[in-house]
T-cell receptor
């Protein structure tokens, strides 16, 4: 079975450029999470969706960040314009609606460097 | 507010010995799930073990067990017979089922296994 698929795995971009990170959740999962991981702030929940609808975006740092889920099999996290402080690993995760531990899966992460 | 605390930034353990990684949590909900994830140096998030708030028995998965003390709001991870491959970051996480599946993480504990 395919897991959560993220792309790109690595991206290096210049300050001011637009960055788009992509995620394909596991088929049948109806929760999707976007996390950012840095040394200073650890793992932060940015936003999560249920049935393609954003439920909580209180973790989105500022207006430069936006996330969409146009359908059950695809989500994007966009940063425009990007800044060096956005350099981090961005994880996407998906799950079924209950809190059973075996149903929360993470992608391998997108390693973003903004120079 | 929902909160996870891991008070041990780093831990050392001798190979083949057992080690306990601490985790305390704070929630006002009665229904919630507690998780432990392992993050090796390669960066992926690996699910280890889950404990539901209504589970009467402590969860076990191979060499991993979760010491769940509900009254004290603690969910410590015990790794028995440590192996060199256990060296990694370990994250405790909580999901409040009543709040639509939001999953938050502690700051993590870096475990180093000595030969």
């Amino acid at each position: 079975d395919a897991g959560v698929i993220q792309s790109p795995r690595h991206e290096v971009t210049e300050m001011g450029q637009e960055v788009t990170l992509r995620c394909k959740p596991i088929s049948g999962h109806d929760y999707l999470f976007w996390y950012r991981q840095t040394m200073m702030r650890g793992l932060e929940l940015l936003i999560y969706f249920n049935n393609n609808v954003p439920i909580d975006d209180s973790g989105m740092p500022e207006d430069r960040f936006s996330a969409k889920m146009p359908n059950a099999s695809f989500s994007t996290l966009k940063i425009q314009p990007s800044e060096p402080r956005d350099s981090a690993v961005y994880f996407c995760a998906s799950s079924f609606p209950d809190s059973s531990g075996n149903t929360i899966y993470f992608g391998e992460g997108s390693w973003l460097t903004v120079v | 507010a929902q909160k996870i605390t891991q008070t041990q930034p780093g831990m050392f353990v001798q190979e083949k010995e057992a080690v306990t990684l601490d985790c305390t949590y704070d929630t006002s909900d009665q229904s919630y799930g507690l998780f432990w994830y392992k993050q090796p140096s390669s960066g992926e998030m690996i699910f280890l073990i889950y404990q539901g708030s209504y589970d009467e028995q402590n969860a076990t998965e191979g060499r991993y067990s979760l010491n769940f003390q509900k009254a004290r709001k603690s969910a410590n991870l015990v790794i028995s017979a440590s192996q060199l491959g256990d060296s990694a970051m370990y994250f405790c996480a909580m999901r409040e089922a009543l709040k639509g599946g939001k999953l938050i993480f502690g700051q993590g504990t870096e475990l180093s296994v000595k030969p």
